[in-house]
């Protein structure tokens, strides 16, 4: 610990193998319970899946906008064949984006409850922190689910 200043990483850990259902606040309880006042804690979560979803999207909209480009094309053009087809290719399109905005609000309804991956506290003081270092051998999945009753 530097004497100087004391930054947020002198007394935070990350907390590994949570249940991916944690309440942070009894998260927060537990831990301050078993070592000490907590600054504050954060969930990580697994975005694996709304993370590809939202690039899925952007993929979508770069294909609906050249469609809507080729359409305007071939109407300067007067092709109206390809007008037609440009305009069949956008609307299937666009139903693909309307059924990926579905499944993005889905998993953001869930996100905040299903997810969590691991925990990041950092404790007010330094005996905190050190005594819960001393507990970096015990699964913290394992005793969170004794004590928590999961």
Known sequence: VDLVSITIED???QVKGIPPNTDPDELRTFVQ???GKVAD?????NNRELLALSMQRGRLLCKQEVHVMRRAKARQEGKESVVEREAKNEAAVKERLEE???EI?????IQGTENAV???VTFEVEGSYMDCLKTASTP???LLGRLLGR
């Not at 804690?41 to 979560?45: K, M, P, Q, V």
């Not at 609000?105 to 309804?109: G, I, P, S």
């Open 11 to 13: 007394y935070s850990v």
């Open 118 to 120: 691991s925990a990041f």
């Open 140 to 142: 913290w999945a394992r």
């Open 41 to 45: 804690l954060r969930l990580a979560r």
């Open 100 to 102: 990926n905005a579905g």
């Open 33 to 35: 319970d078993q070592f």
């Open 105 to 109: 609000e889905r998993l953001q309804q």
